[in-house]
């Protein structure tokens, strides 16, 4: 993962493409509305709010010069880079711990029958929450360290810098809930994935061996390769908008 992210929306985002890959949300149908939701967040009142901090022609200091706006450039850069490094590899750790340890761990399956579907995923809910937690915790306050360093800019970044800032206020608790809903979702995929495993069983007139769950092919090794991928979908997806930030940085200082 690097910061040369692809533009994307939420209709077509690495994320939502993920869920809908793993039938889990329906990219093409009623299921959309997972994506289109976030395509209603702008009301009418936030709308005008939006017009205003756009139309704002309050005096603006004076631009900085063009070297100290390169070095801010920079360093926005390397914070983003950092954080980023921080976040896919802790999450990489956290599912080989023979990388290295980390504060999040996978958790320890139960490998034995008869499984209550249920109770079994409550751990890797709180484990996937837990990697949500981070990233809240990591790329709020670096799309807040860039848009300082764009408000000291130039006047034209300091108007993008307060846009964002509204956005960002307008739509943080309606991103925040309907991310929330991402757990619940991958839990669909959990279920699926054992229930396919006992047909597959069925068919083949074999008897289940939990042992065999969490090795290479096994129906719980490929729940947690899946679980790992939405996760570095959502990171990318969670760090769109300072990545647009740095790239209208780049921009103004060429």
Known sequence: MTRALARTNFHSS????????????????????FAEKLGQWIHFADAITLSAVHNDSIARPPKTQPEAQSAEGVAAGVEFDRIQAILVNSITKSFSPNLGKTHIQL??????????LGTAYVPYRRFYE???????????????????A????????????????????????????????????????????????QQNLIDTQQA?????????????ARF???MQMLLLAEIELR????????????????
Not at 17 to 33: E, H, S, T, Y
Not at 208 to 220: F, I, K, R, S, Y
Not at 239 to 254: C, N, R
Request: proline share 6%.
């Open 14 to 33: 690495k994320l939502i493409r993920c869920l809908a890959d793993l039938a889990i949300v329906d990219a093409g149908g009623g299921g959309n509305a």
């Open 107 to 116: 958790p320890t399956p139960t490998l034995e029958l008869p499984m209550d």
């Open 130 to 148: 837990a990697h949500q937690r981070d990233m809240e915790l990591g790329v709020q306050p670096l799309r807040t360290n860039v848009r300082e």
């Open 150 to 197: 764009l408000a000291k800019a130039s006047p034209r970044l300091r108007k993008l810098a307060d846009l964002d800032a509204t956005l960002e206020k307008i739509l943080r608790e309606r991103e925040s809930k309907l991310l929330s809903k991402v757990p619940a979702l991958l839990k669909k995929r959990f279920e699926q994935l054992f229930k396919t495993h």
């Open 208 to 220: 289940d061996n939990p042992a065999g769950w969490t090795q290479a092919g096994g129906w719980l």
């Open 224 to 226: 947690c390769s899946d």
């Open 239 to 254: 760090l769109q908008p300072t990545m647009g930030l740095l790239e209208a940085f780049k921009q103004d200082t060429q």
